[in-house]
C-alpha cells in the first residue's frame, strides 16, 4: 500500500495556503482512490482516507504548516487478527537532524536512571585504558533484542517535496485553483543508489570458478611477453587513466587486433575479471529493509521488525549494500613479501629503537601498548585496525552518496600505512540517504569477531598460521563519528564524547541559535565520560526505546553501536579526535575567517583591512617539493583544502601574520600553533606533551575574550582533549583522514555513469588490491615491464639515481664543470688530505670535476631531495635550503653540487651561501640574510633540508 499527497492552492485571503490531500492507492493497479468503487482491486485496499489521516503527525516548520504523513502497515489478510492502532504503530521519532535547533535537543535528553549504575551485573571500568572492557550482560542481550528507533529520513524527502513545490508555488504566483490531479508526488524512499531486486546479481563482479588454465603463458607462439605481465601492465594503466568498462573494453579489442589471431590475450573485459578473480576478494551482498534500514536475509519475505512488517517482495522494499571479506583481504595481502616482512618487523624494530616515555607512532600510544603488554599484538602475525567512514557525494546533481568504510593496517609502516593497496575494504553503502549503523556495520562486527578469536592464512612461502586482528582505533570527521557511535549530534546536548559537560544553547544576534561549549576554568575537561558510564547510558536509552519513551536520549548516547562489543576496543579513547576536520578544518578555517571576511569586518577581532597585505605575502611564498599544493591568496579561502589550513597553521601563519595581527591575537595564535607542533612531532617526549596541554587550556580560556563564546563550537572544545588522544592514540599524524580523504578521491575518478555505482567502485577496489599481487608474481626484475610499471604507477625509478656516496644518490645526469679560483683555492684548504699540493695540482685545470644539480639522500631512516638553484625547472617552489654541522648546526643554499676526483678517489661538495637568522619578527619578510660569497661544504655533513 502506497499513498499520494496532492498539494491543493487555496486562496485564502492574500495569501496562499497549500493544503494536502490523502490518497491511497495499490503499486500493483497504480489506481488512485477517492472512493472504494474506484478502484479495479477493491477487496485488497486497506481503510479509508480517514484512517490514513488519523495517522497524519501535523508539525509547523517556517513560515507555514506541513503535513507529515506516517505510513500504516498493510491490514493482516485475516480479519479475525487484532490490528493495531494507528498511534500504537508509531515509534519515537528520530531526535536530532543535523541542523536543527538546540531547543529540540534538550527536551529529548534525558539523565541516567540512578538504578543503573547499581546495576550487580556490571564489572568496574575504569577510565584508564589500561583497564579491561568488560560488556555488562544488559549489553549482551540488546545484541539480540535493540532496534534503534524508526527516524524520519522518509518525512524529510517529504519535507523537501513541499518546500520544492511551494517555492514554485510562490514564485508562479497564481490566483487560480489547482485541480486535484496536478502534479501529485509519492511518498517513497529514494532508490537511485540501488539495483533492482531482478538486477541484484548483476553486483557479483566476478565468477564464482575460474578456469584451469595457464596463468602465464606466452600471448603468443615465440612472444618475448607474457600474459601475466600485460595483465599487470593493463591494470595499471587503467587504474591510472581512470578508463571506464567501456573503455576497457574497445582498448582489448584494439589489442586483439593487433597481435595474431591465435594470441592467448584477454578478449574482454568480462575475461579479464576472471582471469583477475584468483588474484581478489569476491564481495558479498547484504540486504536490509528500505524503510527502516533493519538487516534481513536474501530470501526474507517480510520485515522482521514489528512496527515496520514491510512485504520485502514489492520491488523497491529490498535494497543492499556490497562487502568484502576482510579475512580473503588479508590473505591476498599477505600473499605479497614485502607486506609480510613489513607486519612481523616493523613494530618491534619501532618498539626497540623508542624510548619508553617518547610517543612517536601509534605503537607507542597507551591503548597499543596495553594490547602489546598483555601478548595480543607481540604475536608477530596478528594485527590491529584504524576504521574510516565517511559520506562522500557521488554525483553534483542528486544527492546520491556512498559511505566506503575502510580499515588501515597499523602494523605497517607510516609511508606503507598510507598507499592505497594496503587498505582493507569493509563495504560500500549508496544511497540518497545515510546508512543505519546498526544494520550496516553488523557484518563488520562478526567479521571482527571472528578475526579476534583468529583466523588460518597462508603466506607468499605457502606456511599456515593464524592470524588475529582486532579493531585499536576509529577515525572519522564528526558527523560520522555521532552515527557510528549512536550518539548525539555534535551541535547538541552532551555531544561531547570525551566529557559529560552539556553545553549552552547561544541565541545570536540575528535570532538564531546555536549549541556552544563555554571554557569552565573550575573543571575545563570534566566531568570526564568513561566506559561504564557509556554502556550504562546505553543500556538505558536502549530500554527507554523498549519501553516507547520519546525521551530516550541519555546524555548523549541514543542507543549501543556494535563497537562496544568488540574484546579490545576502548570504546572511549577508539574514538580519535580527527585533526583534519576538527583542527585544519575546523579551528584554522575559523579563526581565518574571523580575521578576513568581510563580514565580520566590523567586530573587534577583524582585521580586514589586512586582507591585501596578507594575500600578498602568500603568494610569496615558495614551498618545498613535499607540499604539493601552492600557497593560494585570502579571496580563494573558501575553496582552501585541509592541507592547505594545514601547511596555513604549521608552516607559514606566524610569519604572514607577524605585523598583521595585534600582539594578543598573535600570541593567542602562537599558544595553538605550539601545541600542534608539539603534537605532530616525529618524536614527543612527555614535556612536550605538558607544553601542549597548557597551550591548549590557555588557548580556549582566552578565547572567549579574545573573540566570543558565540564560536566556542565542538571544534575548539575538543581542542582541551587533544592531548589526552595523543596520549591514548599516538600522534597526530598516526591518526587522522587525509589518507582516507585521497582514497575517497581516487574511487570517485572511476565512476563513470550513474548506473551500478556500487558495483563501479567494488571492480576499482579489486583491481587496486590486485595489483601488488600481479606484481609479485609476474614482474621480472630490470625488465621493460619493469620499467612500464614504474613510470606508469609513478615509482620513482631508482635506475635514474647513481650512487655517489653511502646514502647519497645523485639524480639527472652529470655535467663536466670548470672550478673558480676560489672555489679551488677553498677545496684545496678543507681537502688536504684527498687533494694533496703538488706540481701536479697548481690550478683548476688539474682538478677532474663534474656537476649536477639534484641529490637524493636517504638516511636514519628519513628520505629527501634537494635541488639547487642551478635546477632551472625548480619555479614556484624551494627545495635549496639545507641544515649541515660545521662547528654546530648552520644553513644554507645550495647552487650547485660537484664532484671532483683526486688521489684518494671521488669527494662530493655542495656550493652553498650561508645563511643567517634575523630575530627582528617586526620584519618577516627578512628574517633570514644570504650571504652571496660561496663556500664549500662536504655533501657528508647535510643533515636535513
Given at each position: 500500500m502506497e499513498y499520494l499527497i496532492i498539494l491543493q492552492n487555496l486562496k485564502r485571503g492574500k495569501q496562499n495556503s497549500c493544503i494536502p490531500q490523502f490518497y491511497c492507492y495499490i503499486p500493483s493497479c497504480s489506481a488512485r482512490k477517492t472512493k472504494m468503487a474506484n478502484c479495479p482491486q477493491e477487496q485488497k485496499c486497506p481503510a479509508d482516507k480517514d484512517q490514513v489521516q488519523a495517522t497524519a503527525n501535523r508539525q509547523k516548520r517556517g513560515p507555514y504548516r506541513k503535513w507529515i504523513a506516517t505510513d500504516v502497515p498493510s491490514v493482516q489478510e485475516n480479519p479475525t487478527e487484532e490490528v493495531q492502532s494507528a498511534e500504537e504503530l508509531l515509534l519515537p521519532r528520530k531526535v536530532q537532524r543535523l541542523g536543527s535547533s538546540d531547543s529540540s535537543i534538550d527536551e529529548h535528553t534525558s539523565e541516567p536512571d540512578s538504578s543503573t549504575s547499581s546495576d550487580p551485573g556490571y564489572i568496574p571500568i575504569l577510565l584508564e585504558a589500561s583497564e579491561e572492557v568488560t560488556v555488562s550482560p544488559q549489553l549482551e542481550e540488546l545484541l539480540t533484542t535493540y532496534s534503534p528507533p524508526q527516524n524520519d529520513d522518509d518525512n524529510q524527502t517529504l519535507d523537501d517535496l513541499l518546500d520544492e513545490l511551494m517555492t514554485k508555488l510562490k514564485e508562479e504566483n497564481s490566483d487560480e485553483l489547482i485541480d486535484d490531479d496536478y502534479s501529485p508526488?509519492?511518498?517513497?524512499?529514494?532508490?537511485?543508489?540501488?539495483?533492482?531486486?531482478?538486477?541484484?546479481?548483476?553486483?557479483?563482479?566476478?565468477?564464482?570458478?575460474?578456469?584451469?588454465?595457464?596463468?602465464?603463458?606466452?600471448?603468443?607462439?615465440?612472444?618475448?611477453?607474457?600474459?601475466?605481465?600485460?595483465?599487470?601492465?593493463?591494470?595499471?594503466?587503467?587504474?591510472?587513466?581512470?578508463?571506464?568498462?567501456?573503455?576497457?573494453?574497445?582498448?582489448?579489442?584494439?589489442?586483439?587486433?593487433?597481435?595474431?589471431?591465435?594470441?592467448?590475450?584477454?578478449?574482454?573485459?568480462?575475461?579479464?575479471?576472471?582471469?583477475?578473480?584468483?588474484?581478489?576478494?569476491?564481495?558479498?551482498?547484504?540486504?536490509?529493509?528500505?524503510?527502516?534500514?533493519?538487516?534481513?536475509?536474501?530470501?526474507?519475505?517480510?520485515?522482521?521488525?514489528?512496527?515496520?512488517?514491510?512485504?520485502?517482495?514489492?520491488?523497491?522494499n529490498l535494497a543492499y549494500f556490497i562487502q568484502l571479506p576482510l579475512a580473503q583481504q588479508l590473505q591476498t595481502m599477505f600473499r605479497r613479501p614485502e607486506f609480510c616482512t613489513a607486519v612481523r618487523t616493523?613494530?618491534?624494530?619501532?618498539?626497540?629503537?623508542?624510548?619508553?616515555?617518547?610517543?612517536?607512532?601509534?605503537?607507542?600510544?597507551?591503548?597499543?601498548?596495553?594490547?602489546?603488554?598483555?601478548?595480543?599484538?607481540?604475536?608477530?602475525?596478528?594485527?590491529?585496525?584504524?576504521?574510516?567512514?565517511?559520506?562522500?557525494?557521488?554525483?553534483?546533481?542528486?544527492?546520491?552518496?556512498?559511505?566506503?568504510?575502510?580499515?588501515?593496517?597499523?602494523?605497517?609502516?607510516?609511508?606503507?600505512?598510507?598507499?592505497?593497496?594496503?587498505?582493507?575494504?569493509?563495504?560500500?553503502?549508496?544511497?540518497?540517504?545515510?546508512?543505519?549503523?546498526?544494520?550496516?556495520?553488523?557484518?563488520?562486527?562478526?567479521?571482527?569477531?571472528?578475526?579476534?578469536?583468529?583466523?588460518?592464512?597462508?603466506?607468499?612461502?605457502?606456511?599456515?598460521?593464524?592470524?588475529q586482528a582486532t579493531l585499536l582505533t576509529v577515525t572519522c570527521d564528526l558527523p560520522a563519528r555521532c552515527i557510528v557511535s549512536n550518539s548525539m549530534q555534535f551541535n547538541g546536548k552532551y555531544s561531547c564524547w570525551f566529557c559529560l559537560q552539556p553545553g549552552e544553547t547561544y541565541t545570536m544576534e540575528s535570532g538564531g541559535h546555536c549549541h556552544i561549549f563555554p571554557f569552565f576554568s573550575e573543571d575545563p575537561r570534566g566531568p570526564p565520560r568513561t566506559v561504564r558510564s557509556i554502556h550504562e547510558d546505553a543500556l538505558t536509552a536502549a530500554q527507554s526505546i523498549k519501553n516507547g519513551e520519546k525521551n530516550y536520549i541519555t546524555r548523549g548516547i541514543k542507543g549501543p553501536s556494535w563497537l562496544m562489543f568488540l574484546t579490545h576496543f576502548n570504546i572511549r579513547y577508539g574514538f580519535v579526535i580527527d585533526y583534519m576536520h576538527g583542527l585544519c578544518g575546523g579551528v584554522m578555517k575559523t579563526l581565518l575567517t574571523l580575521w578576513f571576511n568581510k563580514d565580520h569586518r566590523h567586530q573587534h577581532y577583524s582585521h580586514y583591512v589586512h586582507r591585501t597585505c596578507v594575500s600578498d605575502r602568500l603568494t610569496k611564498i615558495k614551498p618545498v617539493v613535499s607540499i604539493t599544493r601552492l600557497p593560494r591568496t585570502l579571496d580563494d579561502l573558501v575553496h582552501w583544502k585541509a592541507s592547505e589550513y594545514k601547511n596555513f597553521l604549521l608552516y607559514w601563519g606566524i610569519p604572514v601574520l607577524t605585523g598583521v595581527l595585534s600582539p594578543d591575537y598573535l600570541i593567542h595564535f602562537c599558544l595553538l600553533v605550539k601545541a600542534v607542533h608539539c603534537l605532530c612531532k616525529d618524536s614527543i617526549a612527555p614535556l612536550d606533551l605538558e607544553v601542549a596541554d597548557q597551550c591548549l587550556e590557555q588557548f580556549a580560556e582566552m578565547f572567549k575574550d579574545l573573540y566570543s563564546n558565540r564560536f566556542m563550537t565542538m571544534n575548539f572544545h575538543q581542542l582541551l582533549h587533544?592531548?589526552?588522544?595523543?596520549?591514548?592514540?599516538?600522534?597526530?599524524?598516526?591518526?587522522?583522514?587525509?589518507?582516507?580523504?585521497?582514497?575517497?578521491?581516487?574511487?570517485?575518478?572511476?565512476?563513470?555513469?550513474?548506473?551500478?555505482?556500487?558495483?563501479?567502485?567494488?571492480?576499482?577496489?579489486?583491481?587496486?588490491?590486485?595489483?601488488?599481487?600481479?606484481?609479485?608474481?609476474?614482474?621480472v626484475e630490470d625488465s621493460e615491464e619493469q620499467f612500464y610499471y614504474e613510470n606508469t604507477m609513478a615509482v620513482p625509478n631508482q635506475r635514474k639515481q647513481m650512487p655517489i656516496e653511502p646514502g647519497i644518490f645523485a639524480l639527472g645526469s652529470l655535467s663536466p664543470y670548470h672550478l673558480s679560483p676560489e672555489e679551488f683555492s677553498y677545496l684545496m684548504d678543507i681537502s688536504m688530505l684527498k687533494f694533496p699540493r703538488s706540481a701536479t695540482t697548481t690550478s683548476t685545470d688539474d682538478i677532474n670535476a663534474v656537476s649536477f644539480s639534484r641529490v637524493h639522500i636517504l638516511r636514519n631512516g628519513f628520505s629527501y631531495y634537494i635541488y639547487s638553484t642551478s635546477y632551472s625547472r625548480m619555479v614556484r617552489k624551494d627545495q635549496s635550503v639545507i641544515k649541515y654541522v660545521e662547528n654546530g648546526m648552520r644553513y644554507g643554499r645550495v647552487i650547485r653540487f660537484i664532484q671532483c676526483v683526486g688521489q684518494g678517489g671521488p669527494v662530493n661538495f655542495a656550493v652553498i651561501h650561508q645563511l643567517t637568522g634575523n630575530l627582528d619578527f617586526r620584519d618577516p619578510v627578512h628574517m633570514v640574510e644570504e650571504n652571496n660569497k660561496a663556500c664549500l661544504i662536504q655533501l657528508s655533513s647535510v643533515v636535513a633540508t
Open positions: 508526488f509519492e511518498i517513497m524512499t529514494d532508490h537511485l543508489g540501488t539495483l533492482n531486486i531482478q538486477e541484484e546479481d548483476t553486483c557479483e563482479v566476478l565468477p564464482t570458478q575460474p578456469e584451469n588454465q595457464d596463468e602465464d603463458p606466452p600471448l603468443y607462439d615465440g612472444s618475448p611477453r607474457f600474459l601475466g605481465s600485460m595483465i599487470l601492465l593493463l591494470s595499471c594503466f587503467i587504474i591510472r587513466f581512470h578508463l571506464p568498462d567501456e573503455g576497457v573494453g574497445y582498448l582489448l579489442s584494439l589489442i586483439s587486433l593487433l597481435l595474431p589471431s591465435n594470441h592467448k590475450m584477454i578478449r574482454s573485459l568480462y575475461h579479464l575479471r576472471r582471469y583477475l578473480r584468483k588474484f581478489t576478494t569476491t564481495p558479498n551482498t547484504q540486504y536490509y529493509c528500505s524503510f527502516c534500514y533493519s538487516h534481513v536475509a536474501k530470501d526474507a519475505k517480510v520485515c522482521p521488525l514489528a512496527y515496520c512488517s514491510r512485504d520485502l517482495t514489492i520491488p523497491g616493523h613494530r618491534f624494530k619501532h618498539i626497540e629503537q623508542v624510548t619508553p616515555d617518547t610517543i612517536a607512532d601509534v605503537y607507542d600510544g597507551k591503548m597499543y601498548r596495553k594490547l602489546f603488554q598483555q601478548g595480543f599484538l607481540s604475536e608477530k602475525n596478528n594485527l590491529s585496525f584504524q576504521m574510516n567512514t565517511d559520506g562522500v557525494p557521488v554525483f553534483k546533481s542528486s544527492k546520491i552518496s556512498m559511505w566506503p568504510v575502510y580499515l588501515q593496517i597499523n602494523e605497517l609502516p607510516i609511508s606503507q600505512r598510507k598507499l592505497k593497496e594496503n587498505f582493507l575494504f569493509y563495504g560500500i553503502w549508496v544511497s540518497a540517504k545515510k546508512p543505519l549503523m546498526w544494520s550496516y556495520l553488523k557484518p563488520l562486527f562478526h567479521e571482527l569477531k571472528e578475526l579476534e578469536e583468529g583466523v588460518v592464512l597462508e603466506d607468499f612461502s605457502g606456511e599456515k598460521f593464524t592470524c587533544l592531548t589526552d588522544c595523543v596520549r591514548e592514540t599516538g600522534p597526530l599524524f598516526s591518526n587522522n583522514c587525509f589518507a582516507f580523504e585521497d582514497l575517497n578521491g581516487q574511487i570517485l575518478k572511476h565512476i563513470h555513469g550513474t548506473t551500478n555505482v556500487d558495483s563501479q567502485i567494488i571492480n576499482t577496489i579489486s583491481l587496486i588490491q590486485a595489483i601488488p599481487v600481479l606484481k609479485h608474481k609476474f614482474l
